[in-house]
């Protein structure tokens, strides 16, 4: 999912308030990836080697390490392109978040599971559409079974089914209260 940084409803710039530089033209275009890590293992790696794969240039992967105890976040340490933050604890996972994001100062921020697998051109095509629709403030992104590339990964499915008391067709999921935006 990528978020906008919070927005002047008449000019579309970010709101000093919120943004706290001197050179405001620096931070356009520029990415903050969130990984909260809770005992994932080589997930954690295959998601950092992944995301080290992208076609759009990384500004900051940040690991939030919500007391892991199997040493994949020690491993991280390993990845120059990540920045790790030891909690201490399990905080949960919206919690581990919400820690990340008042370190952002990034114009997008994605939040990204660890056992999540992104193509190469994932971030890409999530701020191309963005930039496309400025009007919307988030976005998410289809979540394929892995291994299998043509499946949607029916673990969603079934949680979007309960979230919107919905009957999930796998062919065609184009229901729920947003819009579908392809990208």
């Known amino acids: 999912m990528v978020l906008h940084v919070s927005r002047d409803i008449n000019s579309g710039a970010p709101k000093k308030t919120d943004i706290q530089f001197a050179a405001m033209a620096s931070w356009q275009n520029q990415v903050t990836i969130i990984v909260v890590n809770w005992n994932s293992g080589t997930l954690l790696s295959e998601c950092l080697l992944r995301l080290s794969q992208q076609t759009f240039p990384l500004v900051r992967i940040l690991v939030m390490a919500n007391g892991s105890t199997d ?85 969603i499915l079934r949680a979007f089914s309960r979230q919107f008391d919905a009957i999930v067709d796998p062919k065609n999921v184009r229901c729920g209260t947003g819009r579908l935006i392809e990208a």
């Open 71 to 155: 040493g994949s976040a020690e491993r991280v340490r390993q990845m120059p392109e990540a920045t790790v933050r030891f909690l201490g604890a399990n905080l949960g996972f919206a919690a581990a978040n919400n820690r990340a994001l008042d370190e952002c100062d990034t114009e997008f921020i994605a939040l990204l599971n660890p056992d999540a697998f992104p193509d190469s051109g994932w971030l890409k095509r999530l701020v191309d559409a963005a930039r496309a629709h400025p009007d919307v403030v988030a976005f998410g992104s289809r979540q394929m079974m892995h291994g299998v590339p043509d499946l949607i990964d029916p673990l």
